[in-house]
C-alpha cells in the first residue's frame, strides 16, 4: 500500500517562504512521477508541479514558474517543494501525489495520480 505523508506547511507572510516535504512509501515501481497539487476554497484542485524518477525531469504551472522548485532524494523516498516570493494567492492545501508512470509536462494535472496524501496547510497572509 502506498503511503504519502506532507509536512512543512504553515503560516508565513507575502514574499516568506516554505519548504514542503512528501515521503512516501509501499511503491514498487521503478517508472513513476509525483506531483505536488493544490487546492484554494471553492476552487478545484490544480496542479502545481511533478517531478519524474527516471530523470528528475519537472514541471510547473505557469502561476509559480520562478518562484517554487521541486527536487526529489531517491534514496529517502522524499520529494521537496521549495517555494519561495509566496504569495496570498498561494493559500491553499497542500497534497502530494504519485503516478505510477512517467508524466510528461502537460499531464501534471490532479487527474494524472492514484494516490494522495492528506496534505498541508499553506496559508500566506497579506
Known amino acids: 500500500e502506498v503511503q504519502l505523508v506532507e509536512s512543512g506547511g504553515g503560516l508565513v507572510q507575502t514574499g516568506g517562504s516554505l519548504r514542503l516535504s512528501c515521503t512516501f512509501s509501499g511503491f514498487s515501481f521503478d517508472d513513476y512521477a509525483v506531483g505536488w497539487l493544490r487546492q484554494a476554497p471553492g476552487k478545484k484542485p490544480e496542479g502545481v508541479s511533478c517531478?519524474?524518477?527516471?530523470?528528475?525531469?519537472?514541471s510547473y504551472a505557469d502561476s509559480v514558474k520562478g518562484r517554487f522548485t521541486v527536487s526529489s532524494d531517491n534514496a529517502k523516498n522524499t520529494v521537496y517543494l521549495q517555494m519561495n516570493s509566496l504569495k496570498p494567492e498561494d493559500t491553499a492545501a497542500y497534497y502530494c501525489?504519485?503516478?505510477?508512470?512517467?508524466?510528461?509536462?502537460?499531464?501534471?494535472?490532479?487527474?494524472?495520480?492514484?494516490?494522495w496524501g492528506r496534505g498541508t496547510q499553506v496559508t500566506v497572509s497579506s
Open positions: 501525489a504519485t503516478a505510477p508512470y512517467y508524466l510528461n509536462k502537460e499531464e501534471c494535472h490532479p487527474t494524472s495520480f492514484t494516490t
Open positions: 517531478i519524474n524518477s527516471r530523470d528528475r525531469s519537472t
